[in-house]
């Protein structure tokens, strides 16, 4: 149990377009949800923690505006890249934690690949 | 502040062969640590975990011994297969109950 998904696996878009991530708990309920973002050959670094139900907190330096995410359901959360440029090209990561459940207990989704032209 | 660093890879082995990656962080407190993998086309996955010095992580063969005295949580296996090639994450979790993860390393194992 405990799988993570997230659609699409990969995708290239056109400077100034914005790009829409799902991250989808499938059999649990998921009352946190955390994206990452990660650039070749370095960490995995969170950018945001969401609550279902509530405003997602950011990480410092990580603009809101240009990172919205929305955590609408128990098993949904959405980061959409608002006007993405290259610079936005990276492999995006969510996780999702069950209710009680600490940051350890994660579980990973198979991650997002963003390449913008 | 909180970091975690670890061995560059790619880490090529035969099978059977002694695996060891190295892992060393810096904390305040006393963080607990992790070994994740991530498996080609998957998800992170968590390995071992470790939560207070001289613990020792264990699981699927791999292990890790948490020691405070050298900051450092090493992965280890005694004998590798080739189903273990995979990126391996050192992570830990700092005071603010969030993850902070290493680089990776990636393990190839050939027959």
């Known amino acids: 149990g405990a799988v993570v998904s997230q659609h699409p696996s990969w995708v290239i878009c056109k400077s100034g377009t914005s790009v829409k991530i799902e991250c989808r708990s499938l059999d649990f309920q998921a009352t946190t949800m955390f994206w990452y973002r990660q650039f070749p050959k370095q960490s995995l670094m969170l950018m945001a923690t969401s609550n279902e139900g509530s405003k997602a907190t950011y990480e410092q330096g990580v603009e809101k505006d240009k990172f919205l995410i929305n955590h609408a359901s128990l098993t949904l959360s959405t980061l959409t890249v608002t006007s993405a440029h290259p610079e936005d090209s990276s492999f995006y990561i969510c996780?999702?934690?069950?209710?009680?459940?600490?940051?350890?207990?994660?579980?990973f989704g198979p991650g997002t690949r963003l390449l913008v032209l | 502040g909180n970091s975690v660093t670890q061995m560059e890879g790619p880490v090529t082995l035969s099978e059977e062969a002694f695996l060891t990656i190295n892992c060393t962080y810096t904390?305040?407190?006393?963080?607990?640590l992790f070994w994740y993998v991530q498996y080609p086309g998957e998800g992170l996955q968590l390995l071992l975990k470790?939560?207070?010095?001289?613990d020792k992580g264990s699981n699927k063969g791999f292990e890790a011994t948490y020691r405070k005295e050298t900051t450092s949580f090493h992965l280890e296996k005694g004998s590798v297969q080739v189903s273990d090639s995979a990126v391996y994450f050192c992570a830990l979790n700092s005071d603010t109950d969030k993850l902070i993860f290493g680089t990776g390393t990636r393990l190839q194992v050939f027959p």
């Open positions: 470790a939560t207070k010095a001289d």
């Open positions: 904390a305040t407190g006393y963080p607990s």
């Open positions: 996780s999702a934690s069950r209710l009680g459940q600490g940051a350890e207990t994660q579980y």
